[in-house]
């Protein structure tokens, strides 16, 4: 397996084939991302409750084939979505077009776009994707530059527990067969308090942790207190200092 873990090389190839192997169905419902479906309208919800998306200029960090950069598109936001899989971003351009949805998709890392527009952006989404790169604090890190004073940065990942285990791996992937297998690895998943060194570092505040449930009986989410399988959190940039 090639892994890199500096600068724009901070990927995993083999989680880009991965991924970019399920392009082709990405947007099918009833696909192999069909939790992800279920996830989005839960995702966006936190976003929209916690920043103004009319307007704002909002970053899609690991977009995938689009489904959370278009929601976020036609909740008025300007977005740019970013992701390393080629056959990812073709896929979330076509569909793109088909949908009528206008999203900037660019096959680019978020290192490299941080070194070219520092501080462009109202709100950063990162979602689903810290536990499948090499250095989650390097994308922080990048995400920090890359928010405005005062922006927000949205982020959802798995914590390292049992249940997460139980749920996520054995249940998800083997028993129920929602996800393809070995979609996660259990010793790339993030504890809360790891998460929030990490935006510490990046002298980013901590303003939530909310844990997302998925529900497969009704192929839904919700966003719930328990943070123990699934969870979001939102982090903020301070104000500038006044002079």
Not at 90 to 119: F, I, T, W
Request: with cysteine.
């Amino acid at each position: 397996m090639t892994t890199q873990a500096s600068g724009d090389t901070n990927f995993s190839q083999a989680e880009l084939d991965k991924f970019g192997a399920l392009a082709q169905r990405w947007w099918d419902p009833e696909g192999p991302q069909k939790p992800l479906h279920a996830l989005n309208p839960a995702r966006l919800g936190y976003v929209a409750d916690r920043t103004t998306l009319q307007d704002a200029r909002v970053l899609d960090v690991g977009c995938g084939a689009g489904l959370l950069s278009e929601a976020l598109a036609r909740a008025g936001a300007q977005v740019t979505a970013l992701d390393l899989a080629p056959e990812l971003v073709k896929v979330a351009r076509l569909h793109g077009l088909e949908s009528g949805v206008k999203v900037d998709y660019r096959l680019q890392s978020v290192e490299s776009l941080a070194a070219e527009m520092p501080g462009a952006f109202d709100a950063i989404a990162c979602m689903e994707m810290l536990e499948h790169v090499p250095d989650p604090g390097s994308i922080i890190r990048a995400c920090a530059t890359l928010l405005r004073p005062g922006g927000k940065l949205f982020l959802s990942t798995l914590n390292r527990t049992p249940a997460a285990f139980a749920l996520a791996i054995v249940g998800a992937e083997y028993v129920a067969r929602l996800l393809p297998r070995g979609t996660h690895q259990y010793r790339d998943f993030i504890k809360p308090h790891e998460l929030g060194a990490w935006l510490r570092d990046a002298e980013l505040r901590l303003e939530d942790v909310s844990g997302l449930m998925y529900q497969p009986w009704s192929n839904s989410a919700r966003v719930i207190a328990r943070t123990d399988v699934n969870y979001l959190a939102c982090a903020s940039k301070p104000e500038a200092a006044a002079v």
